[in-house]
Nanobody
């Protein structure tokens, strides 16, 4: 079993940068696909970025492409999301997620087995 906890959310002005972290416990993530999603009140959970842990391949939604970078640590226990040039529309709860092995449907929230409780990001304009 895997437990995930996000951190790094906060309040910032548009154009600023923020780095989110997700720490895993229970198992290392060397055979997992991991991702960041975001979801606001009354809205559908939205894919942000994903990474396949074994080979480090990354995938991005158009909303964050060129601004966001997903990465992993060498100890195989942490996931990061570097967010630059933040916009007001980036304001929402951000969640990290994980699933065993590789999923070809990495952008679908229903594919993920493990979720963190979320961290709030608020961007003022």
């Amino acid at each position: 079993q895997v437990q995930l906890v996000e951190s790094g959310g906060g309040l910032l002005q548009a154009g600023g940068s923020l780095r989110l972290s997700c720490v895993a416990s229970g198992r290392t993530l060397s055979s997992y696909t991991m991702a960041w999603f975001r979801q606001g009140p009354g809205k559908e959970r939205e894919f942000v970025a994903a990474i396949t842990w074994s080979d480090g391949r990354t995938y991005y939604a158009d909303s964050g492409k060129g601004r966001f970078t997903i990465s992993r640590d060498n100890a195989n226990i942490a996931l990061y999301l570097q967010m630059n040039s933040m916009k007001s529309e980036d304001t929402t709860l951000y969640y990290c997620a994980a699933v065993r092995l590789y999923s070809e449907h990495y952008c679908d929230a229903r594919e993920y087995s493990y979720w963190g409780p979320g961290t709030q990001v608020t961007v003022s304009s």
